[in-house]
């Protein structure tokens, strides 16, 4: 590990300002040599639209223009393509050709996106390729050209869309990079025409303007059924057409299931003041540019929970959003959380405040129509959740993996909202989270308090409060929990299981043992516990979960946990409620403990993940990231990473331009991108960029991702070099680095393949056995490699368990050395879950045992992995009744 150098600040100063005024330099450098040519569009004509909202508040502007066979040659450059009375093909046996368009200006002052729609003719083998950039000050500075992905959804006049390109800015110009290509010679593609729509719906309410539509789900926190929360009307966010739909006559269809989608949108305001900026302009994408008539999706919901009315007419009306449409629901969560098509946009965790007002919107659907949202039913034909995402009906990564990872929460709350068991008792309330101290080192005691009072704000006690402690680095994870002793409204209570460092979150929950006084509440808050992971001890006699009695008495457990050289106990005390005992009962369940492989220092890290990592000889490629973590204002940063080329040898991330080069992260996409290079020769990446504006990177982000070809067996070292890191204001952060390794083994695995639980997205810890006895663990993806003879068998806690036999398809892989080797791709397949007592088959036996830890934190009965044995691991084991084991159903790959 590299330690950090001493930082002295007039010399980062001066570094920092010469990176920042060299990648100025190279930038006016890189205009002035490469974009000088760029001449203005010409003869274009624009049509479009004014439209205003019925109380002159808001407004959409639209104006489009089209290139075609008339004015292609006219406003372009072309490279091995001809401009024919149909459009753009490629020259006579010609089998590549690009088309290079002039700087097309934008017609508005202001312009808040741009929209690509084409007509092309593609014949089998050939390709179309649509790239374009961006520019804000008349050309004499360009973005990097991005791909144009194509949107799934139907489109105006049979033509083919890309999604909305966010620019936001004034004086904005795009410029466009078509590229055809065959297969054959003499068999072209024929792009016939191209429509730019430049749209500005910058214009509107604010959200102090709209704050008393804003949906304040606690509101309703003592409502069962659920009341439908309050909703930002048409109007009151500022659409041209109000609450009607004048293009486009509302049908409808009884709701039989709930849709999720994400708007793929930018994760802040800018360029708007309000989010309300957002459901105008996608509003405007869907009913002007797409031709749709009205906004696609039912309800949108904001970042700050706000719920929007989305497509005119009310309850049960059919949007447009998954290809069949008629029977669901559709709710847009406004922003990017995973998956998005568009590079630029970055990719957003969604906020808890957004999750709510979602899990209230639909826990109201589902409580109108006596759905069930925990079951999956018939959808036009689909098997899917009644509660799902856009990517269970169609093709399309919607919501993203952030959102979509979070369905079975989403579910769980709607079906507990719905939950009117409490007999219409008033909900208690969580007042105050206290910890003695605002941040911990590894090792200490965090000690809580937590205030709970009545629905009318008096001190509540006799409550059995517990607390459910989640460590959220993303290399581990700790889940454990804990009680509280009641001081009548204070509950107290402490957790010393802080042996790594990292954010512990804590989510409390109080309810009523006699079930008659008050519904129960929750509340969550988090801590940080810094410094070097704690070494584990050989062996761990005492539960790490304590509770102190008021009366001065220390809690005797009731079992001890047997001592073991690599498991350290975690432990589960269920405490007094309104009359403390000294012996609460203390459950204790072994879980591993990981052994830390380096110290991680605090305080800004450039760092390369993972810091070591094994790759056969005969692997196709392994994969290492340079991250950034624990920053604050980060814009420009440069880099060297150097390797051994004679162990490995990076792999193009870009085979198209000259050198080689890495892959950057898309958080770069609207920045300046410096020096991305490899020295193949040398064994040297380096890599110099910065955001632009006031962009500013904070907390942790991915850099570089970069994939590497084994090349001969031995060892590597990662090592950063020339490190520097600048903020916004040209000054250097003081930082430190932390270096990786990978060793190339001359061993090949003799079987490679994909193992899935059903139900979770964390597929690790898989034991994969071979004949002799031999293991290996699969990682998160659930892919694995292992040496030996078949058969090899496959085997997780709660689940069937898979099996692979000798006949097997086999590879070759060719190693740069000549040697070749065999390995068996076995594909992917997919352990059932519900097989809790391990005996190979799913029945009632299995079923029994599930309904009796129901509630609690087994972790073998907690099939999908939520930390609560609940309805839905039931409804799992249930659907999979009678299947047995192994299970040897593999899919190629």
Known sequence: MKLPIPFKPAIWLTTAFLLVAAIVALTRASNSAAYQAVAPATHLNFTGVAQSSPDGQASVISQETTLNAANLADNGQLDGLVVTSGGLSLAATGTHGTYTSGMINSPLAFTTDIVPLWAVELPEGTTLRLETRLSFDQGGSWSEWLNTPEAFYPVRDNLHSGYLIWAGQAETALQVRITLE????????????LTLAFSDTSQGPSDGEIAGQMARVSSADDVC???????????????PDGQASPYRSPQYAPVTHIILHQTETPNNTYPYQDWAGWVRSVWNYHANVLRWGDVGYNYLIDPNGVIYEGRAGGDDVIGIHDTYNSGSMAIGFIGCYGNCDDPRLTTAEPSQ????????????KVGQKELDPLISTDYHGHNIPVI??????????????NIYNKLPYLREQVAEKNDCSSNGLPACQITGVIFDQESYQTGDTINVTVRLADHLGNPLSGAQVTADVTRTDPETQAATGFGFVDRVGEYDGSYSDTDLPG???FKFSASDPTNERFAACMASDSVLVEGDAVATPTATTTPTATATDPNGDTPTPTATPTETPTETPTATATLPTDTPTSTPTVTSTPTDTPTPTATVPAGPILLVAPSSQVLPICSAQGTTTVDVEDVSNLQALQLDLVYDPNVVQVIDADPGRDGVQVTVNSIFSGGFIARNEVNTTTGRITFAATLLGSGSINGAQNILTIDWKPQAAGTTALELENVILANGQGQAIASSSLDGAIEVSDSCASATGQLHL????????????NADGGQVETQTDGSFSISGEPPFTFTYPGYLSGQADGALPVEVNQAENGESFQVSQLGTITLLAGDVNEDNIINILDLSLIAQRYRSDDPVADLNDNGVVDLFDLVTAAGNYDQQGPITNWNSE
């Open 182 to 193: 065959s297969n054959v010679p003499g068999l072209s593609p024929e792009f016939s025409e």
């Open 225 to 239: 059924p659920v009341e439908k929360p309050a909703v930002v009307s048409r109007t009151e966010w500022g659409c």
């Open 353 to 364: 405040a957004m999750l709510d007002s979602a899990a209230y919107l639909m826990a109201w």
């Open 388 to 401: 799902a995402g856009g990517r269970d009906v169609t093709w399309t990564s919607s919501p993203g993996d």
């Open 503 to 505: 954010l512990y979150a």
């Open 758 to 769: 059903q139900g979770r997205s964390d597929h690790s810890g898989i034991v994969v056995t």
